[in-house]
């Protein structure tokens, strides 16, 4: 069982392409899965104001990544 086994998530238009392919990679790695952003258990981004928000799933969590 890995740790992130059984979560989906979105990575939003906030991250760079760059951050987004790390931060899949990384979650991938460790179980999660990619998917559409109405599908996501998890959004990752930038701020909690995000396009596309109104169309998350209900009970989704929204996770802020700072930039370092």
């Given amino acids: 069982m890995s740790l992130f086994d059984g979560v ?10 760059k951050r987004k392919a790390e931060l899949t990679l990384l979650l991938e790695h460790n ?3 990619p998917v559409l ?3 996501a258990t ?15 799933k209900e009970g989704s969590v929204t996770v802020t990544v700072r930039l370092s």
Avoid: N, P, V, W
Wanted: proline share 0%; hydrophobic share 30%.
């Fill in 8 to 17: 989906t998530f979105f990575c939003t238009s906030t991250l760079s392409d």
């Fill in 31 to 33: 179980g999660a899965r």
């Fill in 37 to 39: 952003l109405g599908e």
């Fill in 42 to 56: 998890h959004i990752i981004s930038l701020s909690l104001d995000y396009e596309g928000q109104d169309g998350t």
